[in-house]
């Protein structure tokens, strides 16, 4: 009994320690070079459905409304 008690108790206190582990890291903070970065990727992003748009030849317009 004393054997079952004690995995019992190992099995449990192993559970706790995997789900501390999970959320164990720091957050980065966002650099301001980071932050140029997203902003160009999504410049780039928004400049090349632009110019897919405005290259076919299926649609006369672009409507602004995927910001």
Excluded: Q
């Excluded at 966002?30 to 140029?36: I, T």
């Amino acid at each position: 009994m004393g054997l079952g008690r004690l995995m019992v108790t190992l099995k449990s206190k192993i559970r706790c320690l995997k789900i501390v582990k999970k959320g164990e890291y720091d957050k980065v903070e966002k650099s301001e070079s980071m932050r140029m970065e997203i902003r160009s990727r999504k410049a780039r992003k928004l400049i090349e459905e632009t110019l897919k748009v405005a290259d076919s030849p299926k649609s006369k317009t672009y409507i602004l409304g995927r910001m």
